[in-house]
T-cell receptor
């Protein structure tokens, strides 16, 4: 059974800092990995989708990397802003036709 | 393109009552998912449809939960009777068929059972 773990569970940083969120998964035979953002009381917004053949994806200040062999992914946020405050969720698709498996998320607070 | 639509946004019911949630996926997305997210947890899959067929419902509590997608487009998730532990956000997502596609989620329905 695929287990997805996110560390840390919560993180507080001052505005302007660069930060890294970690995601690990137990079964390295994945098809893709997706990072989501969730604001309080809202649904999930897709940030980045990395296919198993890719090493990284970038969107603006966000960069996600994937090391399939070690079962790890990181989400790098550059020059953090208070508007980045949210919960960040990592999810993997590890079998065709199977749904995404989610971690519990990292709750990020960026203080002005 | 229009996103995944869900309704209602919020619902408060008493235990043992019934409730239904509705989801309309992105046009052309054959795969539809219902997830349950309890506070502080990651979303957990309840049921996955491809067109109007069930792909995976192994984690759906079938004694009280049911879901249908009769015409292969919109879907309804029902709980009857509700328990206190069903309090959660119910998320609907859709995707194109194929291993390489990502998911698009709706805004969710927050259910409180009192």
């Amino acid at each position: 059974k695929q287990e997805v773990t996110q560390i840390p569970a919560a993180l507080s940083v001052p505005e302007g800092e660069n930060l890294v969120l970690n995601c690990s998964f137990t079964d390295s035979a994945i098809y893709n990995l997706q990072w989501f953002r969730q604001d309080p009381g809202k649904g999930l917004t897709s940030l980045l989708l990395i296919q198993s053949s890719q090493r990284e994806q970038t969107s603006g200040r966000l960069n996600a990397s994937l090391d399939k062999s070690s079962g790890r992914s990181t989400l790098y946020i550059a020059a953090s802003q208070p508007g980045d405050s949210a919960t960040y969720l990592c999810a993997v698709k590890h079998q065709p036709g199977y749904a995404l498996n989610f971690g519990k998320g990292t709750s990020l607070l960026v203080t002005p | 393109e229009a996103g995944v639509a869900q309704s209602p946004r919020y619902k408060i019911i008493e235990k043992r009552q019934s409730v239904a949630f509705w989801c309309n996926p992105i046009s052309g997305h054959a795969t539809l998912y219902w997830y349950q997210q309890i506070l502080g947890q990651g979303p957990k899959l309840l049921i996955q449809f491809q067109n109007n067929g069930v792909v995976d419902d192994s984690q759906l509590p079938k004694d009280r939960f049911s879901a249908e997608r009769l015409k292969g487009v919109d879907s309804t998730l029902k709980i009857q009777p509700a328990k206190l532990e069903d309090s959660a956000v119910y998320l609907c997502a859709s995707s194109l068929v194929g291993v390489n596609y990502g998911y698009t989620f709706g805004s969710g329905t927050r259910l409180t059972v009192v």
